[in-house]
Every structure is written in structure tokens, then in C-alpha cells.
């Protein structure tokens, strides 16, 4: 079975649900080395993107379109970064309505490229980037959905020990120490939802 338009619809309506029953917790974890506003961020986005993408006739349409939406629903940094990822995600699904399920894993490391171009970060400065890093490298490496999620997680709670470099968490300096990165967070959230839709 490929994964089609269809399913990227489910989707994304998916994701939108995630974020919002997760908004309470993201916001919370911000709070504590950020503005607090990144789970409203996340909801944002991925609800416009849910709305933006249904009867859209090619997969490649569908991304676009969701990267749009996103773009024009989020003020704050995930904004760009997500819609850069979202871009990259349409290029390597290409203009077909369905996709080989095998292929999909390409999507996870297209959105981790996107990203880091975009925010111009690397793994290690405690940002969203230090769980889409491992994601894409297991990805590229033949992982399977599970290990790539797996992957991701790793990365994702390894933020508790880092000090920021990049963004509003690098002002608090060592008191950034012990939070996980709110961004890496909502990233692992977004990888599961893509390893239950497709492993």
C-alpha cells in the first residue's frame, strides 16, 4: 500500500490534534527557558496546515501547501523553519499522488535538511535540530520507523543537558541547564505522528 494524498490529509489532521492536546505541556516547557508560546506556535501552524492540504491532487501540492500555511499562521522562528522543512518535504515526495511507503523515510531527512539551512544550527546548541538531526541520520542509514522515532527521543532528551547557544534560551546561559528543548519536544511529537501514519 502507498501512501497517498489520503493519507497525508489523515495526516496532517493528525498532527493538528497533537499539537493542540499537547499546546498546554509545549507552552509550560517553554516557559521555563523560553516565551511560553510555543505550543500555541505549533497548534497554530498545524492547524492551518491540516486545512490547507485536503483535494489537493499530488502530494508535492500538499506540502507546499501545508508549508504556506504554516509560514502565514506562525510569527515566532518555528514559522519559517517548519515551512522551509515543509518545502523540502514536497521536493522529495514529488508531484505524484502516492509514494512507495519504503520511500517515505526521505521526507523525515528532507525536513531535517530544510531545517538546519534555514536556522542555520547544529546539533548540540539545544534546539529542535538535536531531534531532527538523529531522525534524518537513521532515516538516511535504512532505520526503520521505529528506530527513527527512537533515534529522535534520544535526541530530544539529550537537550536537558546541553546549555543553548541559538535562539532566547542562549540568554539564561547555565540556567538553560536540566529543560528539555521545547522545540526538540514538538519535533519528536511530529515523528511519531509520520511513524504511526506510515510504519
Known sequence: MDFTTQN?????????????AERDALCALDG???DADHGIAMEQGMAAAALAVPNLATL????????????NAVGASSGP??????????????????????ETPALIAAMADGIAHRGK???????????WAPAAAAAKSGANWAEILSAAQSGAD????????????ARLGERSL??????????????????????
Open 121 to 131: 544550527a547544529e546539533p548540540g546548541q539545544k534546539t529542535m535540530l538535536d531531534a
Open 8 to 20: 497525508l490529509t489523515a495526516l496532517f489532521e493528525n498532527l493538528a490534534a497533537r499539537m493542540s
Open 81 to 102: 523553519l517548519y515551512a522551509t522543512a515543509l518545502m523540502r518535504a514536497a521536493k522529495a515526495a514529488g508531484p505524484r499522488a502516492a509514494m512507495p511507503r519504503s
Open 60 to 71: 508535492q501540492d500538499q506540502f507546499n501547501a501545508a508549508a504556506k500555511a504554516f509560514l
Open 32 to 34: 521555563l527557558i523560553g
Open 158 to 169: 539529550a537537550t536537558a543537558a546541553m546549555q543553548a547557544t541559538l535562539g532566547r534560551a
Open 178 to 199: 536540566g529543560h528539555k528543548d521545547p522545540g526538540a519536544v514538538s519535533a519528536c511529537m511530529i515523528i511519531a505522528e509520520f511513524a504511526k501514519a506510515l510504519g
